[in-house]
């Protein structure tokens, strides 16, 4: 009768390749955890600048610096998600923090517009929406990538729809776009989260797993930021 106390070696292969992935996928949510702190630190301490120190505003709001505030983050998001498997792991961890710092900055101006109420409200909504979204795409044994392929048409269009209704100004379209917006990337959460579990390899050198969580984790990120300020549109009071 076989002694149940010694693994046979395929047991014991199965295992280590789980712990690892656990570990690589703990990874991935600590960066991404880090990154939505320092969003929100840097948002926070923008907009306290604004309203207590002189001249702060008319700086960042009033002169072309708002510019370089607003598109910074989408240039460097960019090239990052270009360039990061040529660069070394700490170099794409510190870029990454970087851009999530930048981040804060461009969506301090979020804060002016709706409540503090409203920008908690959507937050926790989002953490928790997020959260279950996420623990599907990973623990589902269903491939989600036929409804990755009709997200990613969908957003395309998402795309298109907001610049219209930049030159239209609809009230109405406005809401369809959040809706959408919302439902768009709640899917890509769950997508992106099986696909960032599928790129783990258990032969990945340690800078390699680092920089294809530092990856993961930009990815549901931007899923993350997206979702909150779609449901912050949908929800949120204006102030």
């Not at 604004?50 to 708002?66: D, E, I, R």
């Not at 970087?98 to 109420?117: E, I, R």
């Not at 957003?155 to 610049?163: D, N, S, V």
Request: glycine share 8%; net charge positive.
């Amino acid at each position: 009768m076989a002694d149940n106390r010694f693994m046979n070696t395929a047991a014991a292969e199965a295992t280590q390749v789980d712990l690892g992935l656990r570990s690589y996928m703990l990874g991935v949510y600590n960066h991404m955890t880090t990154a939505l702190l320092m969003t929100g630190f840097f948002a926070y301490a923008m907009k306290f600048a604004v309203l207590n120190v002189a001249g702060v505003g008319q700086l960042v709001y009033g002169t072309p610096l708002k510019w370089v505030v607003m598109l910074a983050p989408l240039g460097l998001v960019f090239w990052l998600s270009a360039r990061i498997q040529s660069m070394s792991a700490s170099k794409a961890r510190n870029l990454f923090y970087v851009y999530a710092a930048l981040m804060g900055l461009s969506l301090a101006s979020v804060l002016f517009m709706f409540s503090t109420a409203s920008v908690a409200r959507a937050f926790f909504i989002t953490a928790g929406a997020f959260a279950g979204l996420s623990l599907y795409g990973y623990t589902t044994k269903r491939s989600l990538s036929a409804m990755g392929s009709f997200m990613i048409i969908g957003l395309f269009g998402l795309i298109i729809a907001m610049i219209v209704n930049i030159f239209v100004a609809s009230t109405a379209m406005d809401l369809m776009i959040s809706v959408l917006g919302v439902l768009i990337f709640a899917g890509l959460t769950a997508w992106d989260t099986q696909k960032i579990k599928l790129m783990y390899m258990a032969g990945d050198s340690e800078a390699e797993r680092t920089k294809k969580s530092i990856f993961g984790a930009l990815t549901l990120y931007l899923d993350f930021i997206n979702m909150f300020m779609f449901i912050l549109h949908l929800f949120g009071n204006r102030e």
